[in-house]
């Protein structure tokens, strides 16, 4: 049989970069790439540009290749806004991959918040390191506080249970859309007060569970008349 090859840089990185260069050591891997690019899009006035400002580079974590903590360093371009109305004379690049002043791509958060979602971020830290990625229990505190929870007027089941954001230290009422499954809210602390303002906000919600703690079954009765199941 023939074997062809195959350009892995165009298939991991699109066809706007190049790979141009690799180092490895015992516990980590650098890729360089440089952009492609000839015009960027002004964040600001949304007008494209193909007049060049200068070079900047960023290096950002990856998710890890052989258990080796990855970064992408990569080269791109700054551009000047031609529009004489916008106020945003310079803008830089936009990397498909990690948004704007971000340190980890958008795939490498998204493992973090998985693997976080069932341990204490202090945990989730240590397991993650020992996977290859460098991540604090800070820094996964930081990565939830910034994730955009809507608003969800409908519901009207939820699940409500406390969470550790430091063991021992801080919790808070984590609350879960029953029928979607998935977190609709994060409210700080235990004590059932923030939990019965939520409450109030939210009349349409007539299921609740919960486990027997007597904050939270404090809460529920004193808002709205509903069912309580009990988990």
């Not at 290096?59 to 258990?67: C, F």
């Not at 080796?68 to 936009?94: G, H, W």
């Amino acid at each position: 049989m023939k074997y062809t090859e195959i350009n892995i840089n165009k298939k991991l990185f699109g066809e706007e970069y190049t790979a141009y260069d690799w180092s490895e050591t015992e516990r980590e891997i650098r890729i360089y790439l440089k952009s492609k690019s000839r015009t960027g899009q002004c964040p600001k006035c949304g007008d494209w540009s193909s007049s060049y400002h200068a070079t900047y580079e960023r290096h950002i974590q990856s998710v890890p290749i052989r258990m080796k903590t990855t970064y992408l360093c990569i080269k791109a371009y700054k551009y000047k806004c031609m529009s004489d109305s916008c106020t945003q004379k310079v803008f830089m690049e936009k990397l498909e991959f990690a948004p704007a002043r971000k340190v980890r791509t958008t795939e490498l958060e998204n493992v973090i918040l998985c693997v976080s979602i069932f341990l204490s971020n202090e945990g989730a830290s240590k397991v993650l390191g020992l996977l290859g990625i460098k991540v604090s229990d800070d820094t996964i505190k930081r990565i939830y506080d910034k994730l955009p929870i809507g608003p969800e007027e409908n519901i009207e089941a939820v699940g409500i249970d406390d969470v550790a954001i430091r063991k021992g230290q801080s919790y808070a009422t984590a609350i879960y859309d029953l029928s979607e499954r998935h977190l609709v809210a994060l409210l700080d602390g235990r004590d059932g007060e923030t939990l019965k303002g939520w409450l109030k906000t939210h009349p349409k919600v007539k299921i609740v569970a919960r486990d027997r703690a007597v904050q939270y079954a404090k809460s529920c009765p004193t808002v709205c008349r509903w069912q309580t199941a009990f988990i």
